[in-house]
């Protein structure tokens, strides 16, 4: 059934209060309908599971090529990446960073990605107190990321984390998270345009093998600073946050932890429980570009709009006790949390793969997770925590 009376909405999901605590405001963007347009940004905000899910899957009436972010100024300035991009640019370049990070092609860093899974919990185990986002969140793909990718021992690497987060922000409006971000982004284009540069990456590795395919005239060379770009955000701030998040839940919810400890094989289930109820990706917008109707709600060519995953992965109507952390939940498996459709996270099966080892090292070695309070992230696109104390008692 259509309806033209489309609610309008004060909620501002980009205030602090809103990103602290999102769910209520969430839940009341549900309550008012499939659609509702939020007057203070101009977009039309989507926060039930199967409205965000049916856009996702329609990329040709639901575009990213316009930017995927809530400032036009902005989205002008993000072209060139696959996050950005529609078919068929969006399948070539897509193709070039994803031949790395597909689950066969991760088979050849398994060892090596849980071999340093142990040693970091042992580590932590050893340390007693530390904190969940610094030691454990960061350390893991600051460890793995840079290695993959060819970058230099003795440049940028302490400044990945602060790009990453600064290169999100940007898909927020423009606030001033997003205008403290502006000379982080300058240093990380400069970076990626020297990283661009033939011997600048270490032979072999992923990086150098996308310099190669443009010497070799098999991409452009303006292209390629995006390109490793794709590399660096995907395989960055979302793993930090669904790691984080991960010693969270299991640490305030101890008896998840004791049923996983009993049954291992949860693990893969768990990990999908874990980013399903903390999505680490807040939401991304898409431009309209016909006339569609969305959840029986008419929407114009021109439209855009505002798909909030974090509420998708939380509403009533798809999910049962959805507040509840489940690692049984039969469907945790549909959950949003990397995105869905043609852009689903590119770098999701490297941060599976992480979340993977080191919730395997955990269960091996780790009776018992003791976390204290954590301090949420102001941060406009990525959900997370900034600190949290934990000890993990052997």
Same mark, same amino acid.
């Given at each position: 059934?259509?309806?033209?009376?489309?609610p309008r909405?004060?909620?501002?999901?980009?205030?602090?209060?809103?990103?602290?605590d999102p769910?209520g405001?969430y839940?009341?963007?549900?309550d008012l309908?499939p659609?509702?347009?939020?007057d203070?940004?101009?977009v039309?905000?989507?926060?039930?599971?199967?409205?965000?899910?049916?856009a996702?899957?329609d990329h040709?009436?639901?575009?990213?090529?316009?930017g995927?972010?809530?400032?036009?100024?902005?989205n002008?300035?993000?072209?060139?990446?696959?996050l950005?991009?529609?078919?068929?640019?969006?399948?070539m370049?897509r193709?070039?960073v994803a031949?790395h990070?597909?689950p066969?092609?991760?088979?050849e860093?398994h060892a090596? %990605?849980? !071999?340093w899974?142990?040693?970091l /919990? +042992? =580590?932590l185990?050893? @340390?007693?107190?530390?904190? &969940?986002?610094?030691?454990?969140?960061q350390?893991f793909p600051?460890a793995? %990321?840079? !290695?993959?990718?060819?970058w230099? /021992? +003795? =440049?940028?690497?302490? @400044?990945?984390?602060?790009? &990453?987060s600064a290169?999100f922000?940007?898909?927020g409006?423009?606030?001033?998270?997003?205008?403290a971000?502006f000379?982080?982004?300058? =240093?990380?284009?400069?970076?990626?345009?020297?990283?661009?540069?033939p011997?600048?990456?270490?032979?072999?590795t992923?990086?150098?093998?996308?310099?190669a395919?443009?010497?070799?005239?098999k991409?452009a060379?303006?292209?390629?600073?995006?390109?490793?770009?794709?590399f660096?955000a995907?395989s960055?701030?979302t793993?930090?946050?669904?790691?984080?998040?991960?010693?969270?839940?299991?640490?305030?919810?101890?008896g998840?932890?004791?049923?996983?400890?009993?049954?291992?094989?949860?693990?893969?289930?768990?990990f999908?429980?874990?980013?399903r109820?903390?999505?680490?990706?807040?939401?991304f917008?898409?431009?309209?570009?016909?006339?569609r109707?969305?959840g029986?709600v008419?929407?114009?060519?021109?439209?855009?709009v505002?798909?909030?995953y974090?509420?998708?992965?939380?509403?009533?109507?798809?999910?049962?006790?959805?507040?509840?952390?489940?690692?049984?939940r039969?469907?945790?498996?549909?959950?949003?949390?990397f995105?869905?459709?043609?852009?689903?996270?590119?770098?999701?099966a490297?941060s599976?793969?992480?979340?993977?080892?080191?919730?395997?090292?955990?269960?091996?070695?780790?009776?018992?997770?003791?976390?204290?309070?954590?301090v949420?992230?102001?941060?406009?696109?990525?959900?997370?925590?900034e600190s949290?104390?934990?000890?993990?008692?052997?």
């Amino acid at each position: 059934m259509l309806t033209t009376d489309i609610p309008r909405s004060d909620i501002d999901p980009y205030s602090d209060e809103s990103i602290r605590d999102p769910y209520g405001p969430y839940r009341a963007l549900r309550d008012l309908g499939p659609v509702v347009r939020l007057d203070q940004y101009q977009v039309f905000a989507v926060a039930r599971y199967q409205e965000v899910y049916d856009a996702l899957h329609d990329h040709e009436a639901f575009i990213s090529g316009e930017g995927v972010g809530i400032t036009e100024q902005l989205n002008k300035a993000q072209h060139g990446s696959s996050l950005t991009s529609d078919p068929p640019y969006h399948d070539m370049v897509r193709g070039l960073v994803a031949r790395h990070l597909t689950p066969k092609a991760l088979r050849e860093v398994h060892a090596y %990605v849980e !071999d340093w899974a142990d040693r970091l /919990v +042992d =580590e932590l185990i050893a @340390r007693g107190e530390f904190d &969940a986002v610094r030691d454990f969140g960061q350390a893991f793909p600051l460890a793995i %990321v840079p !290695d993959l990718l060819g970058w230099p /021992v +003795d =440049e940028g690497r302490e @400044r990945l984390l602060d790009w &990453a987060s600064a290169g999100f922000n940007a898909f927020g409006p423009l606030n001033e998270r997003t205008m403290a971000g502006f000379p982080l982004l300058q =240093e990380m284009g400069e970076f990626l345009h020297r990283m661009s540069v033939p011997g600048n990456l270490r032979p072999g590795t992923w990086g150098a093998q996308l310099v190669a395919d443009a010497q070799e005239g098999k991409i452009a060379d303006q292209l390629l600073p995006a390109l490793l770009g794709d590399f660096l955000a995907p395989s960055m701030d979302t793993s930090v946050s669904a790691l984080a998040s991960m010693l969270w839940l299991f640490g305030a919810h101890s008896g998840q932890w004791e049923l996983l400890r009993a049954e291992p094989t949860l693990a893969s289930n768990a990990f999908n429980e874990v980013v399903r109820l903390e999505s680490p990706l807040r939401g991304f917008t898409r431009l309209l570009t016909v006339d569609r109707e969305l959840g029986g709600v008419p929407l114009s060519a021109g439209t855009r709009v505002l798909l909030l995953y974090g509420s998708a992965n939380r509403d009533e109507r798809h999910w049962q006790s959805p507040e509840t952390f489940d690692i049984t939940r039969p469907d945790a498996a549909e959950h949003l949390g990397f995105g869905h459709g043609i852009h689903g996270c590119v770098g999701q099966a490297l941060s599976r793969l992480e979340g993977h080892s080191l919730l395997d090292a955990l269960l091996r070695k780790v009776r018992r997770i003791e976390v204290g309070r954590p301090v949420w992230r102001l941060h406009n696109t990525i959900r997370g925590i900034e600190s949290l104390p934990v000890v993990l008692h052997a």
